[in-house]
Nanobody, 124 residues
Framework: QVQLAESGGGLVQAGGSLSLSCAAS????????MGWFRQAPGKERAFVAA????????YYADSVKGRFTISRDNAKNTVYLQMNSLKPEDTAVYYC?????????????????WGQGTQVTVSW
């Protein structure tokens, strides 16, 4: 069983930066692939970024590539999302996800564990 808790969301102006964290409980965190997803008002939840258990593989949605960076610290049971050059269209609730299989995180379906989400609002 893995429990996920996101933090770090908030209000920022366009062009600014935010750093999200996702703290995981459980002794097997370092065996899980992790991901970030987001859901904007009136839209379906969408993939943002993923990282494998070792932190050696990452993948990003085209919309965030070059602006967002996913990383993890297995000693702290935490995954991060550094968001730079934020745009109003990045406004959404951001969710952390965990699954034993990296490709499942990439696909976004049948992911084992989800966090409750943290709101990110980017204003002009």
């Amino acid at each position: 069983q893995v429990q996920l808790a996101e933090s770090g969301g908030g209000l920022v102006q366009a062009g600014g930066s935010l750093s999200l964290s996702c703290a995981a409980s459980g002794r097997t965190f370092n065996t899980y692939a992790m991901g970030w997803f987001r859901q904007a008002p009136g839209k379906e939840r969408a993939f943002v970024a993923a990282i494998n258990w070792a932190g050696t593989r990452t993948y990003y949605a085209d919309s965030v590539k070059g602006r967002f960076t996913i990383s993890r610290d297995n000693a702290k049971n935490t995954v991060y999302l550094q968001m730079n050059s934020l745009k109003p269209e990045d406004t959404a609730v951001y969710y952390c996800a965990a699954d034993p299989t990296y490709n499942v995180v990439l696909g976004g379906n049948k992911i084992h564990y989800w966090g409750q989400g943290t709101q990110v609002t980017v204003s002009w």
